[in-house]
């Protein structure tokens, strides 16, 4: 029920995408939630003998839930593995979400790193 729970998300939430310009400067494949506004500039990106560094902000007028169901919906159709709440892995890197402020004005900071 969970999984067809899921799906239907991501399926609802897809159509709201456009391509290229929705996603996260730094991040390949990663979209930008559409209540959200991301930075046009990583705040940190640099590669290290380990893999690379990257990390953006977004903000918006959303919650926690939506954003984790979200990225929860989406991430896994991409590769990535869910870990733990809100870091996921894939082919030795591991990808964060992280949440400030309050429901309603949430400022979200996405990080990759080497899962070393």
Not at 34 to 59: C, H, M, N, S, W
Not at 84 to 97: K, P, S, T
Request: glycine fraction near 6%; proline fraction near 5%.
């Amino acid at each position: 029920m969970k999984k067809i729970l899921i799906s239907l998300i991501v399926l609802l939430c897809m159509p709201t995408l456009s391509y290229a310009e929705n996603f996260l400067v730094g991040f390949e494949d990663i979209p930008v939630m559409e209540k959200l506004t991301a930075a046009q500039e990583p705040d940190v990106e640099f590669d290290t003998p380990l893999g690379r560094i990257v990390e953006v902000y977004a903000t918006g007028k959303v919650s926690r839930a939506e954003v984790s169901l979200f990225y929860a919906a989406t991430l896994p159709a991409l590769g990535w593995v869910k870990s733990v709440d809100n870091i996921y892995i894939r082919e030795g890197e591991r990808f964060a979400l992280d949440f400030f402020g309050l429901d309603g004005d949430l400022t979200i900071r996405f990080t990759l790193a080497p899962n070393r």
